[in-house]
């Protein structure tokens, strides 16, 4: 065991011959009674030893729903109101000032903690010599359901964030870490986190580098949308969306059946994510890509995609599987460009077969040109690196989909059922150091460098993006019929 004094006492970690960890550390008081949709609230300092030996309980969200099973682990964890901790693996508790990463977990804003076992820290934190930190948020209707009461808070889940990115500038150094060298990087909800937190104001300053990990997406909530997300909430949960008392009455179990009941209704009107971040005009006062566009954050940037995004939920479109040319032709007309070039533009790439085609079609809209754009706007500002993870899933009918990288920057292939998702794992590890290395040395100098990899930045005349596949390559605008065909 390992004894650290934080600022609001001491704890007592996990030592290893290599590493120390502390786990379940709260950085807010749990989101209860009058806390519920308010900002996290500080936690009361304690006297004695606390043990941090054990994970936390994850925000509750809901099981058994159809994310559940597509990445290995999702849904697992255990629940609680007391969510709000995180978790640090160190190579030593010592005045070496080391990078400090901070993992924030995907789950489409509704699902995730920091505890589950792809993000365990260990070997990212011993083999690049980081300091790695998890974190558990507010996540679905209990983060991103927007009330209209000045005791709420719009954006709970990212104001969640912002007090456990304070909490480490206060005391990370406790645990060989640099306050002055935090880099913040997720995936997918994770990624959108990410873009958030360059977005907030009140974030700036708390972190230095940032890496978005499949999370550029146009899915944000305007107050309107945010209006009729509470009111179908309420509907379901059997309150009035104005008494806010009411609301705050629910049980969690009441939350997550309304939250359930109110995602299918909205489907057709608001989309597959009603409970996300909202443009509020006060923790978000802009869109990700306005702030990108506006410099608000400068600090250099990765940001990229899984080559196949959207193979991952072909499921919920049945009829992209069989569709033919002529279905084809009509899905492209309904969104209005040129079909014909459009359809070459896609030839051109070697992809022809109608189902691939609008595979491709639906990840290069839904995540690939988004990134893009953003790339492109913050390289006006910051510096910018762009990559594409090629290394594909198990199930080769998926392509490369959203989520198979997670576990390469923690080199977790062989746990929590990876090596089952993940194509070839033993050869797998060898692109997880790779990236490992990538982004460990990113947060050391604010430059990504593996071996004699040489990584140029982004920007829009070369457009240079790794590809990081069995082969590891700088590729110079990649598809570029496919973004130019677009616009």
Do not use: K
Not at 134 to 149: E, M, Q, S, W
Not at 172 to 183: E, K, Q
Not at 273 to 292: I, K, N, R, S, Y
């Amino acid at each position: 065991m390992t004894t650290v004094a934080t600022t609001l006492g001491s704890l007592r970690g996990i030592a290893a011959s290599d590493h120390q960890a502390f786990l379940g550390i709260p950085y807010a008081a749990a989101p209860v009674g009058a806390l519920r949709w308010a900002a996290p609230a500080p936690v009361a300092p304690w006297s004695g030893v606390r043990e941090a030996t054990s994970f936390g309980p994850a925000a509750w969200q809901p099981t058994g729903g159809p994310l559940d099973g597509l990445v290995p682990g999702m849904g697992s964890a255990d629940q609680g109101d007391d969510c709000l901790s995180l978790n640090i693996w160190t190579p030593a508790t010592d005045d070496t000032r080391r990078p400090v990463m901070v993992w924030i977990h995907g789950g489409a804003f509704s699902l995730g903690a920091g505890s589950l076992s792809a993000y365990d820290g260990r070997a990212l934190c011993t083999r690049t010599d980081t300091v790695v930190v998890t974190i558990n948020y507010r996540v679905g209707a209990l983060g991103f359901l927007v009330l209209d009461d000045d005791s709420a808070v719009a954006n709970a889940g990212i104001l969640d964030q912002i007090a456990a990115l304070r909490w480490v500038r206060d005391n990370i150094a406790a645990f060989g870490g640099d306050p002055d060298r935090v880099t913040i990087f997720g995936e997918s909800a994770g990624g959108g986190s990410v873009l958030s937190l360059l977005s907030a104001p009140d974030a700036q300053g708390l972190f230095h580098r940032a890496i978005v990990q499949s999370g550029a997406t146009d899915l944000m909530l305007d107050r309107d949308r945010a209006r009729l997300v509470l009111e179908a909430f309420a509907r379901c949960a059997g309150v009035d969306p104005d008494d806010t008392d009411a609301l705050r009455a629910l049980e969690p179990a009441q939350v997550l059946a309304a939250q359930a009941q109110a995602a299918g209704e909205l489907f057709a009107t608001v989309g597959t994510m009603p409970f996300h971040p909202c443009v509020d005009g006060e923790v978000l006062p802009t869109t990700w890509q306005q702030a990108a566009e506006a410099g608000v954050s400068t600090v250099p940037l990765i940001i990229g995609t899984t080559r196949d995004e959207m193979a991952l939920f072909a499921g919920f479109d049945p009829g992209a599987a069989s569709l033919d040319g002529a279905g084809l032709r009509a899905r492209l007309e309904r969104m209005g460009p040129d079909v014909d070039a459009i359809i070459d533009a896609y030839a051109s790439t070697g992809t022809t077969e109608p189902p691939a085609v609008w595979s491709r079609i639906t990840t290069d809209n839904a995540m690939w040109r988004p990134a893009l754009r953003y790339a492109e706007a913050h390289a006006t500002h910051g510096p910018v690196w762009m990559y594409r993870f090629d290394w594909t899933a198990a199930r080769p009918e998926l392509g490369a989909p959203h989520g198979v990288d997670i576990p390469f920057p923690f080199d977790t292939i062989d746990v929590g059922g990876w090596d089952a998702f993940v194509s070839d794992p033993a050869a797998a590890h060898g692109l997880a150091r790779t990236i490992g290395d990538l982004w460990s040395s990113f947060a050391r100098t604010g430059a990504p460098t593996s071996g004699d990899l040489d990584w140029p930045p982004f920007d829009t005349e070369r457009r240079a993006t790794l590809v990081l596949g069995p082969e590891v390559q700088i590729i110079e605008d990649p598809n570029g019929a496919v973004r130019r065909v677009w616009g």
